[in-house]
């Protein structure tokens, strides 16, 4: 596949003026400058207030809610609990949005019972925010608390197969060959256990609704989501409301992670209240309650590796346990990565979740990714040490052509090769002695380690609107949202290009359910399939201005047929004959028309995948310095070299894999929510005390993007959401072998595991 | 957050004046703001001391007076701090963030609470918050906890890098208040927990802070602050270490330590002081003090961990003291 494509455009020209530049994100001085609104930033004339008051038990009811002395606060016009509450709908399919896991969704103020700690357990509204939060401290809420069970030590016993599986989530492959067996008698054998703590997402921006009431009675609502599609339906089947009734927008996403796939319960309060009190209602949730909904759950891990003396990995088994809550089944996908990397006869790979007394876990950048890749590219790194052989070698060794879990389809693309060779050169990796402790510079040790990076690269259904103009603007849009990736920027590069016209004459719109209906943002999906709506709905207006333009007196482009057409500078021409053109502004002047305007749909290749499975790849090269006596470690080197397909804009490319090595970076060595299974609580829900990577712990990242030519689909993109971010921890674990000789599978390596 | 009286006060004794149950002075408020939005401080009146006359940085007696309203940034770019005690420069410079230190008061770094994550979670039991009410901390949650002069009733830190190396320097706390003024030796200004936890320091009610004094400079050249962090900037220490020396060729004449992160207060150990005094300035005579100091730590059930860290810590920073070398502020290696 890769050696025969020709080189991908998708413009009339056959080349791209605007895709595959640096540019830098439009929505920046927005941003920067403070226009860029948020969730909880929009206002209303009878804009109300509510604030969330959560519970502190973990497990439990309800025995009795005093809200008498909160409702006593000047300002405040309700106190909204389970006794009170307003009426909606109540079967778990209303409930369920469209990335639910199987289950019985959460649902606010249902009732008496609690099933995780912070649940929220009433809403104070008020006409202000000082008063709303001062009431909230004032309910008195007493509660018959039972054990709550937070450990996953202690559940993994009760993991269960997830009987009905989560959709898009493909479960383990069945097993091939007999891995214990082989395992057994493999002359080389590596074993281990690997956990990743609990992570919370915690973006800057803490999650928000605004619920503004119109006048007409419908409702404008501005929430904090990776999608407003979802919230729409979501508020339309819990509230009963006909579609029209509510608006959802998002414009900015002040960071999601994954934490804004689901609405959450912010959204369905703020709901509820203006629906009861007829007024607008923000609800904002404070940075500890950011603790109390998804998270990254660990999972325990374990890996067999058997080989044969020349690194030929003769078994492989990958079991994970993870938690869920009690509600739902939460699944990801944490174990396939491993078959998926490595060729290998004999393969067993398992995944089981246990009910914990937590909130619903959710996906957070690269989900399982992480989680599993870290293992398998930990004991990977295991197993060179075991077979004398350098960790690239070892994966060379073991590469594998085609998707073993998938039935043995081949790649749609694989450039991970190149990833090895071009990463390896820039990282001086030839350099290294193999030899742990072999490397100090005064009282530290120096390591260098790696491993491999693998994510889905998907697309889904998704539409788009393009609306030309006779001012010679393009607006282009649908309802996705741009989650800080540069979706806004892409789309208008490829909107500029497939029309010919500068970047400036275009208008994206994005986070609006009265655009076109797109997915949320999620799964690296955005580019391709976002992407290629727009740059169909682009094509149809193209077509029609052709159409108009043929059609004008003394037409230019008489007779000319369609796949002659150019279309470049603000013109469309003939191709081999540029002096026979017009512009696109004199076509719609001309026709006397106000508008062209097409809404296209864009999804899956249903030939391609059939044929191919399609997969992002990376190779990850850490340089890390250990203080030896105190057990400081410092990334002080990363090249991340990617294969992800077309790069539609190496600026924004690169931010994302930046800001996702500064996450890996942050999984390997400092973040991680601390669970006290007394009480089922986490503990440390503050930005203080919850360690995410400061100036100071990032040091050089380089990243290269190798060339791949990938056909899934037009645009030829692969997605970079989650690829920075996934194998980065492995590759850290690793140089703190080669550092220091101690192998660290429990993450976060903090201080305390070396000394 | 509560509802609250705000005063501002014009003058020390307005202030003094000004306080009652349930009140609470406020200059900075990076910390007391934060509290307040957690529950944890529900001050009936906030008496802001902002406006007083106290920010001011002046010799005094052979050492230097530097007000309490001096803002942490103020302190630390004095010229007169820098060449004087870089070991309180460096200290200050470690904790905190630009903007913090910025607002955050000399007499507000003081008083700063502990960040014991159940002190700042009202759900659950604290003593120090709701005396009586227990101690989560103990058998929970304790990675950063204390490991010197605990109590059953209350395992936590003190979160202050400044005072550690004020602690070191053998400042003195200049204290207004009812019954008039008074100094504080540095060593008795902040206390354990042992059965009121909810008292960090022997401040009277009522009494404010004016001035901390510094003692004629001893270590310009032979000190460090070294702190150690679950990152590597803007994290509470999990150890630090204070260290001043005066040393005679290459024995110690003086030596004064004092540990962060691991106590109620800066926790001093006059005995390892003494024992250094006299002793060749060698990883051997520091690794003693250090045995010595951490003979009496005790343990909880996730930080055991600081034991062996303090020690290791005490004897770098006291050879990064002896060696003239203390620790950047700007390249995170450890030297």
């Known amino acids: ?755 | 957050m509560n509802r609250f009286d705000y005063v501002r006060a014009g003058t020390v004794a307005e202030a003094v004046q000004a306080f009652g149950v349930g009140a609470r002075f406020i200059a900075g408020g990076t910390n007391l703001i934060d509290l307040m939005k957690y529950e944890v401080e529900k001050p009936g009146r906030l008496i802001d001391i902002t406006r007083l006359p106290l920010d001011r940085i002046e010799d005094h007696a052979g050492g230097l007076r530097i007000g309490a309203l001096a803002t942490n940034a103020k302190v630390a770019y004095d010229d007169r701090v820098a060449e004087r005690y870089p070991l309180l420069r460096n200290a200050i410079l470690a904790g905190a963030s630009a903007q913090l230190r910025n607002a955050a008061s000399t007499g507000g770094n003081l008083l700063q609470r502990t960040r014991c994550y159940y002190f700042y979670d009202v759900a659950t039991p604290c003593n120090k918050r709701e005396p009586g009410s227990g101690c989560t901390a103990i058998g929970g949650m304790n990675r950063i906890h204390a490991i010197f002069g605990t109590s059953d009733k209350c395992i936590a830190t003190h979160p202050s890098d400044m005072c550690i190396a004020l602690a070191a320097l053998e400042a003195t706390v200049q204290v207004s208040g009812p019954q008039g003024e008074r100094s504080i030796p540095f060593a008795e200004f902040h206390r354990l927990p042992g059965d009121t936890p909810e008292t960090d320091t022997n401040l009277a009610p009522g009494e404010i802070i004016v001035a901390v004094d510094l003692p004629e400079s001893r270590f310009p050249q032979h000190f460090t602050y070294l702190k150690l962090r679950d990152r590597l900037s803007y994290a509470f220490a999990l150890v630090s270490v204070a260290a001043g020396l005066e040393l005679d060729g290459d024995t110690v004449k003086t030596a004064r330590l004092a540990l962060g992160g691991v106590a109620h207060k800066p926790w001093r150990n006059r005995e390892a002081e003494a024992m250094l005094e006299g002793k060749p300035a060698t990883r051997e005579s520091f690794q003693a003090a250090a045995d010595l100091i951490v003979a009496e730590a005790k343990p909880q059930s996730e930080n055991g961990f600081k034991i062996d860290l303090a020690r290791r810590a005490i004897v770098r920073g006291l050879e990064q003291a002896a060696a003239g070398t203390p620790q950047s502020l700007s390249d995170k290696r450890i030297q």
């Open chain 1, 1 to 755: 596949m890769t050696d025969t494509a020709s080189p991908q455009t998708f413009s009339s020209t056959g080349r791209d003026t605007f895709v595959g530049t640096p540019r830098s994100r439009i929505d920046g001085p927005a941003k920067v400058t403070g226009l860029a609104k948020y969730a909880g930033e929009f206002a209303a004339p009878d804009l109300t207030y509510g604030a969330v008051v959560s519970s502190s038990i973990a497990k439990g009811r309800i025995a009795a809610i005093d809200s008498a002395a909160a409702e006593a606060v000047p300002g405040v016009l309700k106190v909204i609990t389970h006794e009170n509450r307003p009426r909606t709908a109540w079967r778990d399919k209303n409930f369920q949005d469209a990335v639910a896991p199987p289950g019985s969704p959460f649902r606010a103020l249902y009732d008496d019972l609690i099933v995780f700690s912070g649940q929220p357990v009433a809403l104070v509204v008020a006409e202000d925010f000082e008063a709303a939060r001062y009431a909230a401290s004032l309910v008195q809420v007493r509660y018959e608390a039972q054990e709550p069970v937070t450990d996953l030590k202690a559940a993994r016993g009760d993991a269960y197969d997830p009987p009905t599986k989560r959709e898009g989530i493909k479960p383990p492959p069945a097993p091939w060959g007999d891995a214990d067996q082989a395992f057994g008698t493999a002359p080389i054998r590596v074993q281990g256990g690997y956990t990743l703590a609990n992570e919370h997402h915690n973006p800057m921006e803490p999650h928000a609704t605004t619920v503004v009431v119109e006048e007409d009675g419908t409702y404008t609502v501005y929430d904090k989501i990776q999608g407003v599609s979802n919230s729409h339906q979501y508020l339309v089947n819990v509230f009963g409301l006909k579609p029209d009734q509510v608006r959802v927008l998002n414009p900015y996403l002040g960071g999601g992670f994954g934490s804004g796939l689901r609405p959450q319960y912010q959204a369905f309060l703020a709901m509820l209240a203006a629906q009861e009190l007829k007024r607008s209602v923000r609800v904002t949730l404070t940075r500890d309650q950011m603790w109390s909904f998804t998270y990254r759950g660990e999972a325990l891990q374990t890996i067999a590796l058997g080989a044969e003396p020349d690194g030929t990995l003769t078994a492989l088994r990958h079991d994970a346990v993870q938690g869920t809550s009690t509600f739902e089944d939460y699944q990801e996908v944490i174990v396939n990565w491993s078959g998926v990397l490595y060729r290998c006869d004999n393969v067993a790979l398992t995944y089981r979740i246990a009910k914990l007394d937590t909130a619903t876990p959710g996906d957070m950048r690269a989900p399982g990714a992480v989680t599993g890749v870290f293992a398998i590219e930990t004991a990977m790194d295991e197993l060179a040490y075991a077979t004398g052989m350098d960790p690239i070698a070892l994966r060379l060794k073991n590469y594998a052509e085609s998707d073993a879990t998938a039935k043995g389809k081949p790649f749609g693309s694989k450039a991970l090769k190149s990833c090895f060779t071009q990463g390896a050169e820039r990282f001086g990796w030839a350099k290294r002695n193999p030899e742990p402790r072999s490397m100090r510079e005064g009282r530290e040790l120096v390591g260098w380690g790696m491993a491999t990076g693998i994510w889905e690269a998907m697309m889904m259904p998704s539409s788009a609107i393009a609306t030309l103009t006779p001012d010679g603007r393009l607006t282009v849009g649908n309802s996705t949202g741009d989650i800080g990736t540069g979706t806004y920027t892409i789309l208008t590069q490829i909107a500029a290009d497939t029309l010919g016209l500068p970047m400036e004459s275009v208008t994206t719109k994005l986070g609006d359910t009265r655009l076109p209906e797109a997915p949320v943002a999620g799964g690296s999906w955005t580019a391709a399939s976002s992407g290629t709506a727009v740059m169909k709905a682009c094509r149809n207006v193209g077509a029609q201005v052709f159409k108009l333009a043929r059609a004008m007196e003394n037409s230019p482009l008489a007779n000319v047929d369609f796949d002659r057409a150019v279309f470049a500078d603000g013109r469309i021409s003939v191709a081999g004959d540029p002096s026979r053109s017009v512009s696109l502004v004199e076509v719609l002047q001309a026709a006397g028309v106000d508008k062209v305007e097409a809404v296209e749909q864009a999804g899956p290749d249903k030939d391609f995948n059939q044929k191919y499975e399609a997969y992002t790849h990376s190779a990850i090269f850490v340089e890390v310095k250990v203080d030896e006596e105190l057990g400081q470690v410092r990334v002080t080197r990363v090249v991340s070299a990617i294969a992800a397909g077309k790069v539609l804009n190496p600026k924004t490319a690169r931010s994302q894999i930046l800001g996702g090595v500064v996450m890996g970076i942050g999984s390997a060595l400092e973040e991680e929510s601390m669970l006290d299974h007394r009480i089922g609580r986490f503990m440390n829900h503050n930005l203080g005390e919850y360690h995410v990577p400061v100036n100071a712990d990032i040091y050089d990242i380089d990243v290269i993007f190798v060339d791949e030519e990938d056909k899934a689909n037009p645009l030829g993109v692969k997605g970079l959401g989650e690829i920075g971010i996934v194998g980065t921890a492995a590759a850290i674990t690793n140089a703190v072998f080669h550092a220091t000789g101690r192998r660290v599978r429990d993450l976060p390596i903090t201080i305390d595991k070396l000394l």
